[in-house]
């Protein structure tokens, strides 16, 4: 890409419009509404939903494919992060040890 | 909204701050991972910058950087971002009740700065939204407080990431602390046993829905495992159904 045209501009604002649309997308409109009380109750079901399915495919695909083989440095961080995790209850325990099991796996056998 | 008085001030900001710092690295590195790739992926540094302060949204900035570069179509580029960013509409409407009695703009600028992690947390911390004006700016404060933390951490790893693009590797694989991250905060919310039957729908749907395009497969494994647990708890009206971490 050659030099910054205002296209790319206008266009790296609109995403940042897209950002605000979509995080504030039920909360634009005044209008008051409920919910009704079964949808409130199924989105406390929602965050953990969310992490789950951002994590999980993160951790055993490669390339769109389930991996096929137990050799795979995320397989054995992301198990000692978990076991951290309820072991300590703590969130940055849990990256430092589940990192400190990935690097030499990753870097060192080329898992 | 760090920048009002009003609520840098209340107490909860630095509740907020301080319930985010553990999860500070696992940002940091995510930040800095995408900083690396959009400079990588062929954006100029000013561009990569100017996408850092104002897109604030990783999965969004990365899916459209390739359409950028091979000049697709502006509504093409729009509507990924939007695609990719599903997620943020159904939690907007999880915090609906938490932020309607504000005005407008601060409701957007909440919005804006509330991106996966601060959402989880907030979520964590309240389950249900503050009866009283006392309460509801406690809640208030206390979201500043997480969006702020999460907001820094990861504009200043991503200049880094931009500023340091030629000399870290991606093949290290730092971003998979930013997974590790999201992994804990994942433990940490799965203390109920329909939470975890949530999470495990979530996970599976998610690979077996892999192939869409657009991470819509995200937006699917939510509404998937959200309905499933409704029926659950419809066909098992004792099943308890809260726990709070």
């Known amino acids: 890409m050659n030099g910054t045209d205002l296209w790319t501009l206008a266009v790296i604002v609109g995403l940042a419009l897209v950002t605000v649309l979509t995080r504030s997308f039920f909360f634009m409109s005044n209008k008051p509404w409920h919910l009704p009380s079964w949808a409130q109750r199924g989105l406390q079901y929602a965050p953990i939903a969310a992490l789950s399915a951002v994590v999980v495919p993160e951790i055993v695909m490669s390339q769109g494919q389930l991996i096929a083989t137990w050799q795979d440095a995320r397989l054995f961080a992301a198990a000692a992060g978990a076991a951290t995790y309820f072991w300590r209850r703590d969130v940055l325990l849990t990256i430092v040890l589940g990192m400190a099991v990935y690097l030499p796996l990753h870097l060192g056998l080329g898992w | ?245």
């Open chain 2, 1 to 245: 909204m760090f920048f009002l008085p009003h609520l840098h001030r209340h107490p909860a900001f630095r509740e907020g701050m301080r319930d985010v710092s553990p999860q500070s690295p696992g940002i940091a590195a995510w930040g800095l991972m995408t900083g690396v790739a959009m400079v990588k992926s062929g954006m100029s540094v000013f561009e990569a910058v100017a996408m850092t302060m104002t897109v604030f949204a990783g999965s969004s900035q990365l899916a459209a950087i390739p359409l950028i570069v091979a000049g697709a179509p502006a509504w093409v580029i729009l509507a990924t971002g939007f695609c990719v960013n599903l997620r943020f509409v159904v939690f907007s409407l999880h915090l609906r009740p938490f932020l309607m009695h504000l005005p407008l703009w601060q409701r957007l600028g909440h919005g804006y700065l509330t991106a996966d992690i601060s959402y989880v947390l907030f979520t964590r911390k309240y389950a249900h939204p503050g009866q009283t004006p006392a309460q509801k700016l406690e809640q208030e404060a206390y979201l500043a407080g997480n969006d702020f933390l999460n907001w820094l951490s990861w504009i200043i790893a991503s200049l880094v990431g931009i500023a340091l693009a030629n000399i870290i590797p991606t093949a290290w694989g730092l971003g998979f602390a930013g997974i590790l991250c999201l992994l804990g905060i994942q433990c940490s919310l799965a203390s109920s046993r329909m939470r975890l039957l949530s999470s495990a729908v979530a996970g599976v749907a998610a690979v077996l829905a892999y192939a869409l395009p657009l991470k819509l497969n995200i937006v699917f494994a939510i509404a998937v495992a959200v309905i499933l647990c409704l029926t659950v708890e419809r066909l098992r009206p004792g099943t308890p159904s809260g726990g709070h971490a």
